[in-house]
């Protein structure tokens, strides 16, 4: 099917815009079965210009951030922190309606997590809970906020996470003491005094 729709938008003279239209999508859909997401990308980037509407366009959009999403878990796999985040963020530039950006911007911060790239991650987490501060993740991005800080030798700014997760309503009554144990511990460690910093009174402590 890739192959003869390859040679359906290669014709001299040019077929019809419906007929491309037609050829663009079996060659974008036959390689992302392929497993050849950059070759489907492509395929899609190409189909975009030629949408018949709006919907269409959000359709092949949607297609195109999935091809680069692809890319970069195929990175991840091979071990390749640098390529797989830069196809993670690139889905910001190239489909930046897709459903899937958040979490392509989500992913990016946890691999950088996960790679002990503290500081990184810490920038891609501010940034998703600055872009999308009603999404879902934000109480995983407070948690994963928490540890790269606190890893990273940014003691009060982590206890500040771990405050905010003591006081989320979602949190179970012993990840809320623990939260504020270990924002204590940090305050401490950084020499802060709880004023400074918010409300973290031994009477929360001692429930």
């Given at each position: 099917?890739?192959?003869?729709?390859?040679?359906?938008?290669?014709?001299?003279?040019?077929?019809?815009?419906?007929?491309?239209?037609?050829?663009?999508?079996?060659?974008?859909?036959?390689?992302?079965?392929?497993?050849?997401?950059?070759?489907?990308?492509?395929?899609?980037?190409?189909?975009?210009?030629?949408?018949?509407?709006p919907a269409a366009g959000r359709e092949v959009e949607g297609r195109?951030?999935?091809?680069?999403?692809?890319?970069?878990?195929?990175?991840?796999?091979?071990?390749?922190?640098d390529a797989a985040v830069a196809d993670f963020l690139r889905i910001d530039a190239a489909a930046p309606d897709a459903d899937i950006r958040p979490s392509a911007l989500f992913d990016a911060a946890?691999?950088?997590?996960?790679?002990?790239?503290?500081?990184?991650s810490v920038d891609l987490l501010q940034r998703f809970r600055r872009e999308f501060p009603e999404h879902q993740f934000n109480s995983e991005v407070t948690a994963k906020l928490a540890v790269a800080l606190r890893e990273g030798g940014r003691g009060a700014e982590a206890a500040a996470e771990y405050e905010r997760i003591a006081g989320s309503a979602d949190a179970a009554a012993d990840v809320q003491r623990s939260a504020l144990w270990q924002a204590a511990e940090l305050y401490v460690a950084a020499d802060q005094h709880d004023g400074e910093h918010g409300p973290l009174g031994t009477d929360q402590l001692d429930h």
């Open positions: 099917a890739a192959e003869v729709a390859g040679l359906v938008v290669t014709m001299q003279p040019p077929v019809t815009p419906e007929l491309e239209r037609v050829a663009w999508t079996v060659m974008g859909h036959a390689q992302f079965d392929l497993a050849h997401y950059a070759e489907a990308e492509s395929a899609y980037v190409r189909l975009r210009g030629l949408a018949a509407d195109i951030a999935a091809s680069i999403y692809r890319q970069a878990e195929l990175a991840q796999a091979g071990g390749d922190v946890t691999l950088l997590l996960t790679s002990q790239r503290w500081n990184e």
